[in-house]
């Protein structure tokens, strides 16, 4: 009977990895069977070169929707990895407990929160502040980075908190017993020992704010431009997909897919780029 068990539960694994492998797959399949068309009629280089969004001219260049994505990508990143690894190295610890059982559930909690609520508190909250203390309207590069840091906080501060934590104890008693302090003991000795986690966690959250659209999309300018200023508004390639999408027909709309290409490669290269850093550390 345990034989059977345990060969019925390997079917169920398998399947489960199958699964999941084929969903990849089938995502892949229908991403290049329906754009690699609308590239080649296109062109590669006026494609991902070209400077102007103009399908009613037959024009489709993503250039300046890729830099949009870079920018913000970029900005999210300045805003959000710093802070969220530090908050996951004070989480993990300097926190007291009590306040630890406060802090924790909050952090879950951001995670949670729909991407549509977080672009309404950027356009009732940080695109008026923007306006008011910065240059432009509020609709910008600017605003958009500060609300995607804000969204991949959860993320990094969990797997980074997690990656800390995992680290076992007796290096830090170590670098304590051979005279450093507490804080030396943490940034000299514990996280580097989690910096494979904390990678992971960086990747996680560029992957997010990459790939976010709704919350991007309230508060970017959706202007398809190349920005000559961070205050200046843009469109990312996901926002592209959704304002255009719906009416999109014949080649517009195998562009479109087209795009979803681009994006799927960007983040393919994200992940070999981490595989291969993530490699290399742990050889070290």
């Not at 398998?14 to 999941?20: D, K, N, V």
């Not at 070209?50 to 990508?73: A, C, E, H, R």
């Not at 797997?159 to 000299?188: C, D, M, N, Q, W």
């Not at 200046?232 to 795009?259: F, P, W």
């Amino acid at each position: 009977m345990n034989n059977f068990k345990e060969k019925a539960m390997k079917i169920v694994f398998l399947l489960t990895a199958s699964f999941s492998i084929l969903a990849v797959a089938l995502i892949c399949v229908f991403l290049f069977a329906n754009g690699i068309p609308a590239i080649k009629e296109i062109g590669l280089p006026d494609f991902l070169l070209g400077t102007k969004w103009k399908p009613g001219n037959n024009l489709y260049g993503i250039f300046p929707m890729i830099l949009g994505s870079i920018y913000v990508t970029a900005g999210a990143i300045v805003v959000g990895v710093p802070i969220g690894i530090l908050m996951a190295i004070f989480m993990a610890r300097f926190c007291p407990k009590k306040l630890h059982s406060f802090l924790k559930p909050m952090v879950d909690l951001l995670a949670g929160i729909p991407s549509i609520v977080y672009g309404f508190f950027g356009l009732v909250v940080i695109v008026p502040f923007v306006r008011e203390h910065f240059k432009g309207n509020g609709n910008s590069i600017f605003t958009a980075s500060i609300l995607l840091g804000i969204m991949i906080l959860p993320t990094i501060i969990s797997v980074s908190e997690a990656a800390i934590r995992a680290v076992p104890e007796h290096y830090y008693e170590g670098a304590l017993a051979l005279g450093a302090t507490h804080e030396r003991s943490v940034f000299k000795t514990v996280v580097p020992a989690a910096k494979s986690g904390i990678m992971a966690a960086v990747i996680l959250g560029i992957g997010r704010a990459i790939g976010e659209t709704m919350a991007v999309m309230m508060v970017v300018g959706n202007q398809a431009r190349i920005p000559n200023s961070i205050f200046k508004g843009v469109r990312t390639l996901t926002t592209n997909i959704v304002i255009e999408m719906g009416y999109a027909t014949d080649l517009h709309r195998e562009a479109l897919i087209a795009t979803g290409v681009v994006l799927f490669v960007f983040i393919l290269i994200i992940n070999l780029v981490f595989s291969i850093v993530k490699g290399k550390a742990d050889k070290e």
